[in-house]
């Protein structure tokens, strides 16, 4: 309990960031394509896009990471997750955004090491340039966006937590369990963003959005005065 408290207190709570910057709910979400570390579609050392799936009604794509330790306590669910929806149209795309150089444990070698360890069943792929992140506007791990195809166009539906605790055995509401359900039978979710705590996305340097926005805000009140 007390280094769960102890990581809590290094790590943002992320209310509304995702509202400033990168998608939002409603919005279409272009392809990407970036090199998969877990031998799944395409296999190993391979560029997967969106485009890849075949027959699918949309993508739960979640920003993880190999070191937060919030990313690791819901690793076997994102796992079970996948699971139980894989077949009914909607895949788990797990991307990986944090600097490397920043964080050792998760370089690409190191991301094929844990996607071997765990037999991830899905995508696990490399955000090396941080764009998929900045465009999505990530700003946590674990964070989720739902992805529902709509007549040929890849929407946004959700934004957010996958449920409403970090310890499995306290879950009471399964958010995004509610979300892809609802999808599935026509319904629109009645929640569409919902934050969460998490590790913060560690930037190469200049990419951190909220500290960029501060930049550029800061610029143009020294232009107007």
């Known amino acids: 309990m007390r280094k769960l408290t102890i990581i809590a207190l290094i790590t943002i709570l992320t209310l509304n960031v995702q509202a400033q910057t990168g998608y939002q709910v409603g919005d279409e979400v272009s392809n990407f394509e970036l090199m998969n570390a877990a031998n799944t579609i395409n296999g190993v050392d391979m560029q997967v896009s969106l ?6 009604k949309g993508y739960i794509v979640v920003f993880t990471s190999n070191q937060c330790t919030y990313s690791r306590m819901y690793e076997d ?3 079970a997750l996948h699971r139980q929806y894989v077949m009914k149209g909607y895949p788990i795309i797990a991307v990986n955004s944090n600097d490397a150089d920043r964080v050792v444990e998760d370089s690409y070698d190191n991301m094929k090491l844990r996607a071997k360890d765990k037999n ?57 369990s509610t979300t892809i359900d609802g999808l599935i039978k026509g319904e629109l979710p009645k ?14 340097a200049g990419n951190n959005p909220e500290t960029s926005t501060a930049a550029a805000l800061s610029a143009s009140k020294r232009k107007r005065n």
Request: hydrophobic letters at 35%.
């Open 51 to 56: 485009e890849d799936y075949n027959n699918v």
């Open 77 to 79: 669910r994102i796992i």
């Open 120 to 176: 991830y069943p899905f995508a696990y792929l490399h955000d090396t340039s941080q764009q998929v992140a900045l465009n999505f506007g990530a700003t946590y791990t674990p964070q989720v966006f739902v992805v529902k195809k709509k007549k040929g166009k890849n929407i946004v539906r959700y934004i957010g937590a996958i449920d409403d605790n970090q310890n499995a055995d306290l879950v009471k509401e399964n958010y995004l």
């Open 191 to 204: 929640r569409k963003v919902i934050p969460n705590t998490g590790c913060t996305i560690e930037w190469k």
